[in-house]
């Protein structure tokens, strides 16, 4: 699935779920924000099935938060499609790979909160030079996000805990 297939897919979904309705989650659905794809070939499942498998490699400024925001949009996503009818060669097997290599920033607009504070400690260490772009990148949001979404996606203080 491309990046901008995943950005609207994840947009849809937001639509249908007043929790993110709030400006703060704007900035991560920027195509910029979408992590890419790569093909592993075929394997033949357990029922002698074809099913090509894709690995998909996470952006390392992602805060678990926002992995989380993503996730619970994907979910929606499927169970929404789940009452479509099929078309074209079906579900493509997906799995989480290694966090892409190099350093990617995170695009204008992204809240604060959408970015691990574990990186950023790690970038102002490795690289004090990207101070200045980051602060220029990441905002803080005037208005706080619902209490609904605070619950499902988890205190801000957890954003690093799991990892």
Not at 1 to 30: H, W
Not at 45 to 58: L, M, N, Y
């Amino acid at each position: 699935m491309s990046p901008l297939q995943k950005l609207t897919n994840r947009s849809e979904a937001r639509k249908r779920l007043d929790a993110f309705s709030q400006p703060i989650f704007d900035g991560a659905l920027q195509q910029e924000c979408m992590s890419s794809e790569e093909s592993e070939g075929e394997f033949t499942d357990t029922g002698g099935q074809k099913v090509q498998t894709f690995r998909t490699r996470q952006l390392r400024w992602r805060s678990s938060r926002l992995r989380r925001f993503y996730t619970i949009l994907d979910e929606q996503d499927r169970f929404e499609k789940s009452f479509k009818p099929k078309r074209g060669v079906g579900r493509r097997e997906r799995k989480e790979g290694q966090p892409k290599d190099g350093i990617f920033l995170p695009p204008r607009g992204v809240a604060r909160l959408m970015v691990s504070r574990r990186w950023l400690e790690e970038m102002a260490a490795m690289r004090p030079d990207l101070s200045d772009a980051l602060q220029e990148l990441i905002i803080d949001p005037t208005e706080p996000e619902a209490d609904v979404a605070r619950t499902m996606l988890g205190p801000e203080n957890s954003d690093d805990d799991q990892e």
